[in-house]
């Protein structure tokens, strides 16, 4: 059975930086793509930053643009996110997404065309 574990989440102070990773195991990915979403406090689950495998096209939303970048290992069938000048807005639950079925030409911000989930981890940024 597929599995996502996130790690590299904590508390940050506001301009610091976060790695996130995520690592897939029981299936590889490579054929479709993986992505980052957040959910804050009281919003919904949004996407951050996603990658497509088979051509290495990525989607980042407005907010994180110029300080967070997605990036992948083929080898490992892991994804990273690379977090720079955090905000105290970015303060939510982080959650790695997969895809695994269906076709490779998908919209790489809907949350509806990802499988696989992992558990989330916690990022917070203080002011």
């Known amino acids: 059975q597929a599995q996502l574990v996130e790690s590299g989440g904590g508390l940050v102070q506001s301009g610091g930086s976060l790695r996130l990773s995520c690592a897939a195991s029981?299936?590889?990915?490579?054929?479709?793509?993986m992505g980052w979403f957040r959910r804050a406090p009281g919003k919904e689950r949004d996407l951050v930053a996603a990658?497509?495998?088979?051509?290495?096209?990525?989607d980042y939303a407005d907010s994180v643009k110029g300080r967070f970048t997605i990036s992948r290992d083929n080898v490992k069938n892991t994804v990273y996110l690379q977090m720079n000048s955090l905000k105290p807005e970015d303060t939510a639950v982080y959650y790695c997404a997969a895809r695994g079925s269906g076709s490779v030409y998908y919209t790489l911000s809907f949350v509806k065309n990802y499988d696989y989930w992992g558990q989330g981890t916690q990022v917070t940024v203080s002011s």
């Open positions: 029981g299936r590889t990915f490579s054929r479709y793509g």
């Open positions: 990658i497509r495998w088979s051509d290495g096209s990525t």
